[in-house]
C-alpha cells in the first residue's frame, strides 16, 4: 500500500498500468497470474487489516476533486 489514511481509517494504493502491460516488468509471469497475485494480496491485506482499501491511477490524481470523487466512490471521505 501507497498511503494510510487516518481519518478515515482506509489504505490507498497507487497503481499505474504499466505493472500489469510491461512484460518486463511481470518478470516472465502471465498478466492473468499478475491480476491473481494482486487480487489476492488485496483480499489478505483488507482481511489482517480490516480497512478499506481503493486503486487509484494516474486518471484519478489529476486534481484534487478526481481523487476525492474516486476515494468517495469506495465510501472514503478524507477529513480535511
Known amino acids: 500500500m501507497d498511503l494510510k489514511l487516518r481519518r ?7 497503481d499505474g498500468e504499466s505493472k500489469y502491460l510491461d512484460e518486463t516488468l511481470r ?3 502471465s ?6 497475485r494482486e487480487k ?6 483488507r482481511g489482517a487489516t480490516g480497512l ?4 487509484v491511477g494516474a486518471a ?7 481523487l476525492a470523487s474516486r476515494l468517495a466512490s469506495f465510501g472514503i471521505r478524507p477529513a480535511v
Open 52 to 55: 478499506s482499501l481503493a486503486r
Open 40 to 45: 489476492q494480496r488485496e483480499d489478505w491485506i
Open 8 to 14: 478515515p481509517h482506509a489504505l490507498i494504493e497507487v
Open 27 to 29: 518478470s516472465g509471469r
Open 60 to 66: 484519478h490524481i489529476r486534481t484534487p476533486e478526481v
Open 31 to 36: 498478466l492473468e497470474d499478475v491480476l491473481l
